[in-house]
């Protein structure tokens, strides 16, 4: 293999190289961090999809979106039974949502709903009216509309079919009305938690010192590594603009730690600029099975009893190709590593195990994470 066509043909195909620049660029702070108290909640019901072309739950007798619309129409004082109704424009499926931080009722957020049963599709549907509960059982919004489905599907009368996207998921945009607001601790006390999306030491003293330097000494104090107390003025117009400051700090974050991330299902790997090598020796080579079979038919003597039969031959071969030992200096340049690595021919799936070897031998300082 030419080296440079196998140097190209690598980086192209697998490396993917994040690189960070000496001096860390700066971050806002609503990047870095969460506020304690302010956080979205999720949201679950249980309802039915109708006015759908044949495509709904092919129910049975006792099925579970049989006794659904059995339910739902004996509050109208309608009663079926549950081996009634014919139901395959109906589908039974689960409404999910997320009520973000400080809303109110009156308002309105999107919902997404899910097949739960054996529906084809869900395009066309409409949504009847839903509850939506949160962990503790309380029913905060209330969810009805018609669907968006992205996807779309086709069948043929010979059985053949064609799906593009997901046809069993749609949205319904603003279909849920929020019925009850969330308490939150945010307006409560004298101090403010930020939280740490990456929790770091050195990350929690940046912040800490960016903060006492636009506002004032002793305003922030660092818990821990992923916590940062603030004091905060109690009346809440001068909080939320106390907050909106906040935000706006610039706050130049820690290098990241030296990590080599392997993804084992796409053979992608991903190095950062801090990982660190030492001089090593690298062998590169493998190993060829090639397994043969062909099928011949034994025939008896004519002048005796006996049937013919199949037989099957195989040819099986083992050759090791021509290895090459290269040598890895020691570098601190990531550049240097990944030329040095495809100075041995590695093909993507060997590079994994040659970053794994090297982090064996202490030659490789960096922690290896598979994903």
Wanted: neutral net charge.
């Amino acid at each position: 293999m030419n080296r440079k066509t196998g140097r190209e043909s690598l980086l192209i195909t697998l490396f993917i190289v994040l690189f960070w620049t000496g001096s860390a660029q700066a971050e806002r702070l609503l990047d870095m961090v969460d506020v304690q108290g302010v956080r979205t909640n999720q949201l679950l019901g249980y309802g039915l999809v109708v006015g759908l072309d044949g495509t709904g739950d092919k129910t049975k007798k006792g099925h579970f979106t049989s006794q659904s619309l059995v339910n739902m129409l004996r509050e109208f004082g309608i009663t079926l039974n549950a081996s009634d109704p014919a139901l395959k424009n109906v589908a039974a499926v689960s409404v999910s949502a997320e009520l973000p931080p400080f809303v109110r009722p009156g308002q309105q957020i999107d919902v997404i709903v899910s097949s739960i049963g054996d529906a084809s599709s869900l395009k066309g549907g409409t949504l009847l009216m839903t509850p939506l509960k949160g962990i503790d059982g309380e029913i905060y919004a209330i969810a009805q509309g018609n669907m968006v489905v992205g996807g779309a599907s086709a069948a043929g009368a010979g059985g053949s079919k064609v799906t593009v996207n997901t046809v069993t998921v749609g949205r319904v945009p603003n279909g849920a009305t929020v019925e009850r607001s969330v308490p939150s601790s945010f307006n409560r006390g004298d101090e403010i938690v930020l939280t740490l999306k990456k929790p770091s030491f050195t990350n929690a003293r940046s912040i800490v010192r960016r903060v006492n330097e636009h506002l004032g000494p002793e305003v922030a104090k660092a818990w821990d590594g992923a916590s940062v107390i603030v004091k905060a003025p109690r009346d809440q117009g001068q909080r939320v603009t106390f907050m909106s400051v906040l935000e706006g700090l610039e706050v130049t974050p820690a290098q990241p730690p030296a990590r080599v991330i392997f993804n084992s299902r796409t053979g992608t790997v991903v190095m950062g600029q801090n990982v660190r090598v030492l001089p090593a020796a690298v062998s590169h080579g493998s190993l060829v099975v090639t397994i043969q079979e062909t099928n011949s038919v034994s025939q008896p003597n004519p002048l005796a009893s006996g049937t013919s039969v199949g037989v099957t031959n195989s040819n099986v071969a083992i050759e090791e190709q021509t290895g090459s030992l290269f040598y890895v200096p020691e570098s601190v340049s990531l550049q240097d590593i990944v030329t040095a690595i495809n100075g041995v021919g590695a093909s993507p799936s060997d590079l994994m195990s040659i970053l794994q070897a090297l982090k064996e031998a202490g030659a490789l300082r960096a922690e290896l994470v598979v994903i």
